[in-house]
T-cell receptor
Framework: DGGITQSPKYLFRKEGQNVTLSCEQN?????MYWYRQDPGQGLRLIYY???????QKGDIAEGYSVSREKKESFPLTVTSAQKNPTAFYLC????????????FGPGTRLTVL | GDSVTQMEGPVTLSEEAFLTINCTYT??????LFWYVQYPGEGLQLLLK?????DKGSNKGFEATYRKETTSFHLEKGSVQVSDSAVYFC???????????FGDGTTLTVKP
């Protein structure tokens, strides 16, 4: 089945450690996105990529890094520079049609201990 | 810049009540408009969309009409069910933009 997978579902990290969240899609979509969602709040864009080997900062990129070496993969690294990393992280992808919608993964809940 | 303003929640309704969640937007040009739904602990799912003025998107009994004159895309359902309890997000994307703009979400709770 086509879709977006994120792993793991739950992730625990010690303060000061970097951690990488996985996002894979088999929808053949060019564009991929990472969002952060805090309890009771909306989505904030961290990074997005419209094509392989290219990505742009979103609204809250500080303390995060990404890579886009393959079309189907867009991993997000939460670095120790991110001061408040505990949140729900959502990955999404979209085709290149002007009216194409975003498809979201199931999310990863990151907790810093 | 682009922005989306949603009706503040939470919204609590009894089963079979009529639902309206207001959404207004600011954007240049002619954006596409979307409603997404998020169930607890899950990602967002597309509920419906409209890509030009006067289009009506509909799905699972929900409807929304793209009103360019009032820059609105209000979500409606004639008779809500307990299973409709979720967070609803309004969003827009201009056709030449790589990213979407989301509202803050409205939490709906339907009581039996």
């Amino acid at each position: 089945d086509g879709g977006i997978t994120q792993s793991p579902k739950y992730l625990f990290r010690k303060e000061g450690q970097n951690v990488t969240l996985s996002c894979e899609q088999n929808l053949n979509h060019d564009a991929m996105y990472w969002y952060r969602q805090d309890p009771g709040q909306g989505l904030r864009l961290i990074y997005y990529s419209q094509i392989v080997n290219d990505f742009q900062k979103g609204d809250i990129a500080e303390g995060y890094s990404v890579s886009r070496e393959k079309k189907e993969s867009f991993p997000l690294t939460v670095t120790s520079a991110q001061k408040n990393p505990t949140a729900f992280y959502l990955c999404a992808s979209r085709g290149q049609g002007v009216t194409d919608t975003q498809y979201f993964g199931p999310g990863t809940r990151l907790t810093v201990l | 810049g682009d922005s989306v303003t949603q009706m503040e929640g939470p919204v609590t309704l009894s089963e079979e009540a009529f639902l309206t969640i207001n959404c207004t937007y600011t954007a240049t040009g002619y954006p596409s408009l979307f409603w997404y739904v998020q169930y607890p602990g899950e990602g967002l799912q597309l509920l419906l969309k409209a890509t030009k003025a006067d289009d009506k998107g509909s799905n699972k009994g929900f409807e929304a009409t793209y009103r360019k004159e009032t820059t609105s895309f209000h979500l409606e359902k004639g008779s809500v069910q307990v299973s409709d309890s979720a967070v609803y997000f309004c969003a827009l994307r201009r056709n030449n933009a790589g990213k979407s703009t989301f509202g803050d979400g409205t939490t709906l709770t339907v009581k039996p």
